[in-house]
């Protein structure tokens, strides 16, 4: 069966074919709530992630429970009774939580300078700030001196206190489970913060509470700004075509496709993740471009036939309409397909999305639209909105009469662009994800700034297994001792404690880290201890085997691994640093900690989340520059089979990539950097670039065939297919405005990105390819009779 044949069918059977792609939608629906939207770490990840498989590791060896924290601002001053019996009855009812595992504050954890006391002495007791009898004065100056706690649980003006929730893994395995419980622990603990917000603010942080918000802001905007943009476009169609079938055709062509789509990802169980959650605006703009130029053509064509059947309208307006379409799903297809060979599963998942989710709207849309329109009496189009707003006619002019300006225009924009892009940086910023007035900038700004930062950066320091030459470090006493008794004791090197506090100070010194928790952070304490004097190894060893479990598990394990010959440093990063280069500082921290270790043996590796997020994003700038290249010659390729014709294929090319140069362009001048969420504007940007000009390109060829006249070409295609490609940029440009007033950043980043390349591509499409065309006269005779079937 050919498409005529096939358009006849679904002309002629409209209830038919309308019910089965119904029928066909309501079962792909019952699979659509199945759709998962995630962000937590195992979704951004490369093929293969060493990284997170070596994160996972270290996690899991040094018992690092995941965990939240309260930034707490009482109202009345730390460490009165009043303000302890808040915190008391505060940490006693987040305990009482299901799925919390313990809380640590200023009440529970281990006092060691308060009075100082001896080594010896101390491990036999170690009072907390709950015990009775203490200087206060004491405790006081320990919080903000010790490197323990100093802007870690209490800030430095003592008007901030931390309270930190370590949270239960009740099914590391089971993510989907653990994600569903980690959503309800947030929103419980949220629950208790509320009951307890006349006694001060309080504001929760937490990597897992900045992944839970983010899926939250996502799918708030997915249902909210995609409720008001079915509402607006609804409103723009029928301004422009002032009749309500074609208000009711794109919408319901639009949120079946959506729906359809959706409901396959949803059967299959794929993700969506923050690289991915914007393929649902993407395939709308795919949609609406199929079908408005469906009913445009339709349009067209009543106007010039008027006595002309229905059913024969319809089929001429899908039979002309269908070559271009296709191509030009094709091309985009293959665009999105590209990026299947990344190494990057979210990027790979996008691809396989878009793919999917384009080629569905082509079968929904034609159908819908042979069948819808089949069903509905032939009525007369009103022009209103080509009568008063004539852009198409306006630039057709300006091609004519201004085109060597338009070139000038294109070449100073493209050299503007090139320099802007070459400002453009890659960065991810979790705090300028959300405005400054909402809760969650709030309390992560609080706790950057007063206790500590809010990132997890973990360093790792890896010794070579030579226990002979440590051995050998020891007085014969000593070895002696290390030969017959626990060799763990003995581990602490002086050469090894020389490393532990070179490391640490280097980290303190890092600007960009906030807290750093280490054995250097012990070190420091046990020289206080010590009166001023370093530990020595049987000291260090002492701490080691006497300190109660509570207070090592607290203070000792999560930074050593004896058996593993390991050392942790525990670093969170300061991200509301306006001037933070987080890629710039994990190269430095690595370069620097290489350099002074280089002699010792010793192996530094850097993990925790911050690096995880850092190496996807770099990865997704590689390989949209790689994949970008290989796309534009996959275009070249698809243009030249298209049109038969190597000058055509390169104009085609010139005026697709002035408008990514240009949305490039403009964000690196203004300083917008390349995210997890906006990085995918180049497939946006190469998208629709594609769809106009192979829409344009194609009429174009179609009204050359009818009289030769390169410059009469130009004025009816720009009358024709000109205005459809106007209306499918108007519509979404005013559609996707709406999100500016989003409080996810990235929405509203989005959404103008969106604006600024739907009008760079028009106006490139309607400006610069015709005079293009129109300066080299690309087809000659001869090819306008051996490609005429492009145009039929």
Not at 150 to 156: D, G, I, R
Not at 234 to 241: C, D, K, W
Request: hydrophobic share 45%; net charge neutral; charged share 20%.
């Amino acid at each position: 069966m050919n498409l005529t044949h096939l358009f006849k069918f679904i002309i002629k059977r409209p209830i038919f074919s309308v019910f089965i792609i119904t029928v066909f939608v309501g079962f792909l629906a019952s699979y659509a709530p199945l759709l998962k939207i995630d962000a937590s770490s195992q979704t951004l990840l490369l093929d293969n992630d060493k990284a997170f498989n070596f994160s996972k590791k270290i996690s899991q060896r040094y018992a690092t429970s995941d965990f939240l924290v309260v930034a707490f601002e009482p109202n009345e001053p730390l460490f009165t009774p009043k303000t302890d019996e808040i915190l008391k009855n505060l940490s006693n009812e987040l305990e009482s939580l299901e799925h919390v595992a313990s809380i640590t504050s200023i009440l529970n954890v281990p006092l060691l300078q308060s009075p100082i006391r001896p080594i010896k002495e101390m491990v036999k007791g170690v009072q907390t700030w709950s015990d009775s009898g203490l200087d206060a004065a004491l405790v006081k100056e320990e919080f903000l001196t010790s490197p323990l706690y100093k802007k870690n649980l209490v800030s430095e003006d003592l008007s901030t206190t931390s309270l930190l929730i370590f949270l239960k893994d009740d099914y590391p395995n089971q993510r989907d489970i653990q994600r569903k419980i980690e959503h309800e622990n947030i929103k419980q603990v949220r629950a208790v913060l509320e009951k307890y917000e006349p006694y001060g603010n309080l504001y929760l942080g937490g990597v897992s509470m900045i992944v839970d918000d983010l899926i939250t802001y996502i799918k708030h905007d997915i249902l909210f700004y995609g409720s008001a943009l079915f509402l607006l476009l609804g409103a723009t169609l029928y301004f422009i075509f002032r009749q309500i079938r074609w208000v009711v055709l794109p919408i319901l062509v639009s949120a079946y496709s959506v729906v359809a789509t959706v409901g396959i990802l949803g059967y299959f169980g794929w993700e969506v993740t923050v690289v991915s959650s914007n393929f649902i605006a993407l395939q709308l703009i795919v949609t609406l471009s199929i079908i408005i130029h469906l009913i445009v053509r339709y349009r067209e064509l009543s106007h010039l036939y008027p006595k002309a059947r229905k059913d024969r309208l319809i089929l001429l307006s899908m039979l002309s309409k269908i070559a271009p379409t296709f191509f030009s799903i094709i091309t985009t297809v293959a665009g999105f397909a590209a990026l299947i060979f990344s190494n990057i599963k979210p990027i790979i998942s996008l691809g396989w999305m878009m793919s999917l989710g384009i080629s569905v709207s082509l079968l929904i849309g034609y159908t819908l639209f042979g069948a819808f329109v089949s069903l509905l009496p032939k009525i007369k189009p009103i022009f209103f909105f080509e009568n008063r707003v004539a852009l198409a006619s306006w630039c057709s002019k300006a091609v004519e009469k201004r085109g060597v300006s338009i070139l000038l225009i294109t070449v100073f924009i493209f050299l503007v662009s090139v320099i802007g892009g070459s400002k453009l940086e890659v960065e991810n910023s979790f705090i300028n994800y959300f405005k400054s007035s909402t809760q969650i900038y709030k309390g992560m700004e609080i706790i950057d700034k007063k206790l500590g930062g809010t990132t997890p950066l973990d360093i790792i320091i890896t010794f070579e297994n030579e226990k002979k030459s440590e051995e050998e470090e020891l007085d014969p006493f000593e070895a002696e001792f290390a030969q017959t008794k626990d060799e763990a004791r003995y581990w602490f090197s002086a050469q090894k404690m020389r490393i532990i506090e070179e490391v640490h100070d280097y980290l303190e010194s890092t600007n960009g880290i906030g807290a750093v928790q280490s054995m250097g952070t012990l070190l420091k304490i046990g020289k206080i201890l010590n009166k001023d004097r370093d530990l020595d190894s049987f000291e260090m060893a002492l701490l080691y085997n006497e300190l109660p479990d509570r207070f090592k598990n607290l203070i000792l394990n999560p930074y050593l691994s004896i058996e593993d010959n390991q050392l942790r440093f525990s670093t969170r990063v300061m991200d509301s640093m306006q001037d933070l280069r987080r890629d710039a500082l994990l190269k430095k921290i690595d370069n620097d900690l290489t350099l002074l270790l280089k002699d010792s043996g010793a192996k530094v590796e850097l993990t925790s989340l911050m690096v995880l997020y850092n190496n996807l994003l770099q990865s997704l700038f590689e390989s949209q520059i790689r994949t970008l290249g290989i796309v534009i010659f996959a275009l070249g390729i698809m243009f030249w089979m298209l049109f038969r014709n190597i000058q055509v294929a390169t104009i085609a090319l010139l005026s697709n990539i002035v408008p990514i140069s240009t949305i490039f362009g403009f964000m690196g001048w203004l300083g917008l950097p390349l995210d997890m969420m906006t990085i995918t504007i180049a497939a946006i940007s190469i998208g629709i670039g594609v769809d106009d000009t192979i829409h344009y390109l194609h009429r174009f060829f179609s009204e050359l065939n009818y009289d030769g006249d390169y410059l009469k070409a130009m004025q009816r295609s720009h009358e024709g297919v000109g205005y459809a490609m106007y209306y499918t940029s108007f519509i979404v440009i005013l559609g996707f405005s709406i999100l500016v007033v989003s409080n996810f950043i990235p929405t509203i980043y989005f959404g103008l990105l969106t604006v600024l390349v739907m009008a760079i591509a028009l106006l490139g499409a309607l400006l610069l390819l015709p005079k293009l065309v129109l300066l080299v006269k690309p087809w000659k005779r001869k090819h306008l009779r051996r490609n005429y079937e492009l145009s039929s």
